[in-house]
Protein backbone atom coordinates (compact mmCIF):
# COMPACT_ATOMS: atom_id res chain seq x y z
CA UNK A 1 0.00 0.00 0.00
CA UNK A 2 1.65 3.45 -1.11
CA UNK A 3 0.91 6.10 1.66
CA UNK A 4 0.80 8.91 -1.35
CA UNK A 5 -1.22 9.76 -4.31
CA UNK A 6 0.50 7.14 -6.19
CA UNK A 7 3.28 4.96 -5.52
CA UNK A 8 6.93 5.52 -6.64
CA UNK A 9 6.98 2.87 -9.68
CA UNK A 10 4.65 5.33 -11.51
CA UNK A 11 7.91 7.17 -11.95
CA UNK A 12 9.97 4.37 -12.88
CA UNK A 13 7.23 2.80 -15.20
CA UNK A 14 6.94 7.32 -16.91
CA UNK A 15 10.75 6.71 -17.16
CA UNK A 16 10.87 3.42 -19.18
CA UNK A 17 7.80 4.18 -21.11
CA UNK A 18 8.47 7.94 -21.92
CA UNK A 19 5.19 9.27 -20.42
CA UNK A 20 4.32 12.44 -18.43
CA UNK A 21 3.42 11.89 -14.63
CA UNK A 22 -0.23 12.03 -13.40
CA UNK A 23 -1.25 15.39 -12.55
CA UNK A 24 -1.26 16.98 -8.97
CA UNK A 25 0.94 14.04 -7.54
CA UNK A 26 4.61 13.98 -7.77
CA UNK A 27 7.00 17.55 -6.91
CA UNK A 28 10.65 18.26 -7.98
CA UNK A 29 13.46 18.50 -6.01
CA UNK A 30 12.67 22.69 -5.62
CA UNK A 31 8.79 21.65 -4.36
CA UNK A 32 7.04 22.24 -7.47
CA UNK A 33 4.74 20.14 -9.03
CA UNK A 34 5.93 18.21 -12.24
CA UNK A 35 4.90 16.14 -14.80
CA UNK A 36 8.68 14.84 -15.90
CA UNK A 37 8.98 11.42 -14.37
CA UNK A 38 13.02 12.72 -14.50
CA UNK A 39 12.46 15.42 -12.57
CA UNK A 40 10.08 13.84 -9.62
CA UNK A 41 11.84 13.92 -6.41
CA UNK A 42 8.54 13.27 -4.22
CA UNK A 43 5.50 12.41 -4.29
CA UNK A 44 2.49 14.21 -2.51
CA UNK A 45 0.75 12.61 0.10
CA UNK A 46 -2.57 11.50 0.40
CA UNK A 47 -5.06 12.09 2.43
CA UNK A 48 -2.71 15.62 2.98
CA UNK A 49 -1.34 16.16 6.52
CA UNK A 50 -2.34 13.51 7.75
CA UNK A 51 -1.39 11.22 4.74
CA UNK A 52 2.10 12.93 5.14
CA UNK A 53 2.25 11.67 9.21
CA UNK A 54 1.09 8.09 7.86
CA UNK A 55 3.66 7.79 5.41
CA UNK A 56 6.64 9.12 7.90
CA UNK A 57 5.32 6.60 10.48
CA UNK A 58 5.60 3.92 7.60
CA UNK A 59 9.37 5.30 6.74
CA UNK A 60 10.34 4.91 10.49
CA UNK A 61 9.12 1.90 11.29
CA UNK A 62 9.92 -0.28 8.01
CA UNK A 63 13.32 2.01 7.50
CA UNK A 64 15.44 3.97 10.15
CA UNK A 65 14.11 1.58 13.12
CA UNK A 66 15.42 -1.56 11.17
CA UNK A 67 18.38 0.04 9.54
CA UNK A 68 17.33 0.35 5.80
CA UNK A 69 18.40 3.35 3.44
CA UNK A 70 15.83 5.67 3.00
CA UNK A 71 13.77 5.32 -0.39
CA UNK A 72 14.92 8.79 -1.34
CA UNK A 73 18.53 8.35 -1.57
CA UNK A 74 19.16 7.86 -4.93
CA UNK A 75 16.76 10.11 -7.03
CA UNK A 76 18.59 10.80 -10.14
CA UNK A 77 17.46 6.69 -11.17
CA UNK A 78 14.06 7.41 -10.16
CA UNK A 79 13.94 4.76 -7.03
CA UNK A 80 15.94 2.21 -10.03
CA UNK A 81 18.56 1.16 -6.86
CA UNK A 82 16.39 0.94 -4.16
CA UNK A 83 16.30 -2.83 -2.25
CA UNK A 84 18.41 -4.45 -5.35
CA UNK A 85 20.25 -6.61 -2.94
CA UNK A 86 18.08 -8.76 -0.36
CA UNK A 87 20.64 -7.72 2.04
CA UNK A 88 19.03 -3.91 1.38
CA UNK A 89 15.77 -4.82 2.11
CA UNK A 90 13.95 -4.42 5.91
CA UNK A 91 10.80 -4.74 7.01
CA UNK A 92 8.68 -4.16 10.33
CA UNK A 93 5.61 -5.99 11.83
CA UNK A 94 3.66 -4.98 14.57
CA UNK A 95 1.53 -7.95 16.44
CA UNK A 96 -0.93 -6.22 18.57
CA UNK A 97 -2.73 -8.97 20.95
CA UNK A 98 -6.54 -7.88 21.64
CA UNK A 99 -6.78 -10.29 24.51
CA UNK A 100 -3.65 -8.14 26.08
CA UNK A 101 -6.51 -4.76 26.11
CA UNK A 102 -8.89 -6.28 28.82
CA UNK A 103 -8.68 -5.31 32.67
CA UNK A 104 -8.56 -9.52 33.16
CA UNK A 105 -5.76 -10.24 30.38
CA UNK A 106 -2.51 -11.59 32.35
CA UNK A 107 0.42 -9.70 32.47
CA UNK A 108 3.02 -9.51 29.41
CA UNK A 109 5.54 -12.08 28.85
CA UNK A 110 9.09 -11.38 28.15
CA UNK A 111 9.02 -9.90 24.22
CA UNK A 112 10.58 -12.13 21.73
CA UNK A 113 12.17 -11.53 18.46
CA UNK A 114 10.51 -13.59 15.56
Known amino acids: MATSKR ?6 LANKYGTDL ?4 FYDDQGNVTLDPKA ?3 VMPAGEYKGFALALMVEVLCGSLVGMDNMMLDTKNAGS ?4 KLAD ?4 ILVIDPGQTSDDAPPLSTPTRI
Open 81 to 84: SFGT
Open 40 to 42: AHS
Open 7 to 12: AWGQVR
Open 22 to 25: PADT
Open 89 to 92: RGGF
